[in-house]
């Protein structure tokens, strides 16, 4: 058995390096695309073997305003995750808790709420958030992201909060706690694995989020980062070097974040994974 160790992690590693190469070959390919000018026709697995062409960059952020899409899909993101981590954990604590027929069906219904594609409710959610005078605002696509981040968030936060013991609940409301001093004190700081996976998961979407805010935020001046990436693609013409130069700005905010904060975001996700 001890002979069969090796091959194991020669093939785990193997593996793992194969997925690493899929993972960061969009990446070099962006990468070569960014750094050619508009007439070099060589291959996008080479690099550019004349100069390197700058001006991509330059393209991206004064055509493509990709510097205020950037700072315009950051609000967005932080106060709708902050939004649905709040509001999902509040929302989950009852219906983890009190298990009576009607949180259950009310659950099940929030689940359903996550097969409904969001295209689908294009057209009423436009005209509703016309006539609250909320198209083109920061406020107005907030809320759509937040109410369509909620059921997923909501149903892991119950899962997670359900797997918790409620002993420790019950000796601190037998000391007197309240029942807001149980949730903040108690239930709170035992929520960090499936925060880090909620975080996760609703600042990804929400970055890089395009169907409907390309409807929402219409006006250049408070686009999102897809949408404005999007256009340097048309049936004329298209700027591949300018949008892969864009596409590589995007992601420099997203790789800060995550190399500051992954510390936390991998402690939470084995803690979540050992629960």
């Known amino acids: 058995m001890n002979d069969t160790r ?3 992690r020669i093939t785990i590693s193997v ?3 194969l997925v690493l190469v899929v993972q960061l070959v969009p990446f070099y ?4 695309t960014a750094l050619k000018p508009r007439t070099d026709r060589s291959s996008s697995w080479l690099f550019p073997q004349g100069e390197i062409a700058w001006e991509n960059f330059a393209t991206a952020i004064e055509d493509g305003h990709v510097l205020t899409a950037i700072m315009n899909t950051a609000i967005v993101t932080v106060v709708s995750t902050v ?7 509040a929302a989950a604590y009852p219906l983890a808790r009190r298990t009576t027929i009607g949180n259950k069906m009310l659950l099940l219904g929030i689940v359903g709420l996550m097969m409904i594609p969001p295209l689908a409710t294009l057209v009423p959610l436009y005209t509703l958030l016309r006539d609250m005078g909320a198209l083109n605002t920061y406020w107005g696509l907030i809320l759509v ?3 369509g981040g909620l059921p997923l968030a909501i149903f892991l936060y119950a899962a997670f909060m359900r797997s918790l013991p409620i002993s420790m609940e019950e000796a ?3 000391d007197g706690a309240s029942q807001i001093q149980v949730l903040w004190q108690i239930v709170v700081p035992t929520l960090k694995p499936v925060t880090a996976t909620v975080i996760i998961l609703s600042s990804v979407g929400v970055w890089n989020e395009f169907a409907l805010s ?8 408070t686009r999102m980062i897809a949408p404005s990436i999007s256009t340097f693609f048309s049936a004329s013409g ?3 070097g300018a949008a892969a130069a864009a596409s590589l700005l995007a992601v420099l905010p997203v790789l800060i974040a995550y190399l500051f904060l992954q510390r936390q975001f991998i402690a939470g996700m084995v803690a979540g994974s050992e629960k």
């Open 6 to 8: 090796p091959l194991g």
């Open 15 to 17: 593996l793992v390096a």
């Open 29 to 32: 390919v962006t990468l070569t």
């Open 83 to 89: 939004l649905i981590c709040v509001i999902a954990a």
């Open 145 to 147: 992201m937040v109410a």
């Open 172 to 174: 601190a409301r037998v």
């Open 214 to 221: 390309n409807f929402i935020l219409a006006k250049p001046d």
């Open 238 to 240: 298209s700027n591949f």
